[in-house]
């Protein structure tokens, strides 16, 4: 099974910009929708950002939308997701995930070692 690896973490002010990356090695990239979770210390993980398998669809929890932008490159085998205006609150380890449909993303339990985001007040 090909694993999913997440980069691009790191410190950041508030208010500041980040982009993470998650590469997945598969000729199957193309048939999966990806998606990005996160989980702060002491709380559930949480889903950020879906996009389907096409790219066409994207779907974003109410905390991030407007802020955070998800996207995909099929060449690259790698999904993207761009954070902007971030706070405190956004400051986690952020996972990313695949299933066959953006629904089945909720039930992804092979998660990887993730890609920490830290922010400064």
């Known amino acids: 099974q090909e694993e999913l690896v997440e980069s691009g973490g790191g410190l950041v002010q508030a208010g500041g910009s980040l982009s993470l990356s998650c590469t997945f090695p598969?000729?199957?990239?193309?048939?999966?929708?990806m998606g990005w979770f996160r989980q702060a210390p002491e709380k559930e993980r949480e889903f950020v950002a879906s996009?389907?398998?096409?790219?066409?669809?994207?779907v974003y929890a109410d905390s991030v939308k407007g802020r955070f932008a998800i996207s995909r490159d099929s060449a690259k085998k790698t999904m993207y997701l761009h954070m902007t205006s971030l706070t405190p609150e956004d400051a986690a380890t952020y996972y990313c995930?695949?299933?066959?449909?953006?629904?089945?993303?909720?039930?992804?339990?092979?998660w990887g070692q993730g890609t920490q985001v830290t922010v400064s007040a």
């Open positions: 995930a695949y299933a066959p449909t953006p629904e089945r993303l909720r039930d992804y339990d092979y």
């Open positions: 598969t000729r199957l990239f193309s048939y999966y929708a």
């Open positions: 996009i389907s398998s096409s790219g066409e669809t994207t």
